[in-house]
């Protein structure tokens, strides 16, 4: 199943709900498009929810780290929003989980941006 990434706006925060899998190839392309367009349009407020993603391979965790250290070297945040199991246990695995600011809850996470 190809990444589908879905945008939307919610109190000054850009959320990109992702569906499918982040692997090597399309979808970690994809995901790299869309956060480069966003900060590139100055956004510094974005929140990945990942409550739909089945899988990330490391292609995919590239992908996030970059993201990641792209937004911090614009003065941007990109956060973490509704991990799947599968996706937690990696981010646990590869240390990740602590680089990440990740939440459960959608409220929660828009308001840390505040």
């Given at each position: 199943?190809?990444?589908?990434?879905?945008?939307?706006?919610?109190?000054?925060?850009?959320?990109l709900?992702?569906?499918?899998?982040?692997?090597?190839?399309?979808?970690?392309?994809?995901?790299?498009?869309?956060?480069?367009?966003?900060?590139?349009?100055?956004?510094?407020?974005?929140?990945?929810?990942?409550?739909?993603?089945?899988?990330?391979?490391?292609?995919?965790?590239?992908?996030?780290?970059?993201?990641?250290?792209?937004a911090?070297?614009?003065?941007?945040?990109?956060k973490?929003?509704?991990?799947?199991?599968?996706?937690?246990?990696?981010?646990?695995?590869?240390?990740?989980?602590?680089?990440?600011?990740?939440?459960?809850?959608?409220?929660?996470?828009?308001?840390?941006?505040?």
């Open positions: 199943m190809a990444l589908t990434i879905a945008t939307r706006q919610l109190d000054g925060v850009t959320i709900d992702l569906s499918g899998r982040i692997t090597l190839g399309e979808g970690s392309v994809q995901l790299r498009d869309a956060i480069r367009d966003l900060i590139g349009k100055g956004v510094k407020h974005i929140l990945l929810s990942l409550g739909n993603v089945n899988y990330i391979d490391s292609s995919g965790l590239g992908e996030l780290v970059s993201a990641f250290t792209t911090k070297n614009q003065n941007a945040d990109v973490l929003l509704n991990l799947t199991k599968k996706v937690k246990d990696v981010l646990q695995v590869t240390k990740l989980y602590t680089v990440f600011d990740i939440y459960d809850d959608e409220a929660h996470a828009i308001a840390s941006f505040k």
